[in-house]
């Protein structure tokens, strides 16, 4: 987690110079990214909370009963991420929402994906979505680039907003 702490640093600077807030939807970096988040200090001032769904039926639970609209979509693509991002961002509240799936190995995922390949995606006043491929089945490795590449993301989408 080390690593992503200048990232969360530069992300709770940001949110808390726009007095806005941040929910995080997580699945294959396990709660990395609000994990480094939360070690911020002041988290309880940009920070609305976050969940790491890591089952389809955990996913399901979570939707039901929602506005989260993921018909048409196929799994794991940035289009589909971003419905993701953009539900949990109305669900939370948040200004910012975002979300991230992937697959992290060994193995690759139950939706035809190689190990290495996750899609990350921010649902706010820039919204993005993106996939990252590392062309690697290292698990702790691809759990540590897509986390990276979810606060880099976020980074990017504020600073795009402007202060």
Request: aromatic share 6%; proline share 4%; hydrophobic share 45%.
């Amino acid at each position: 987690m080390d690593g992503l702490l200048p990232l969360a640093h530069r992300v709770a600077n940001l949110l808390k110079a726009r007095s806005e807030n941040l929910a995080v939807s997580e699945s294959s970096v396990g709660g990395l990214v609000s994990a480094a988040l939360i070690a911020q200090p002041g988290a309880s001032a940009f920070f609305v909370g976050a969940t790491v769904i890591y089952t389809r039926e955990a996913g399901r639970i979570l939707r039901k009963g929602s506005d989260i609209n993921l018909k048409g979509l196929e799994p794991m693509t940035p289009l589909f991420v971003q419905a993701l991002a953009d539900g949990f961002r109305q669900q939370m509240g948040a200004d910012w929402a975002t979300g991230e799936m992937g697959a992290t190995g060994p193995a690759g995922s139950p939706y035809g994906f190689e190990a290495g390949t996750g899609c990350i995606a921010v649902s706010g006043p820039v919204s993005q979505a993106r996939l990252c491929e590392t062309g690697s089945a290292d698990r702790v490795g691809n759990m540590r680039a897509f986390a990276r590449a979810q606060l880099e993301l976020l980074i990017a989408c504020l600073e795009e907003a402007g202060n």
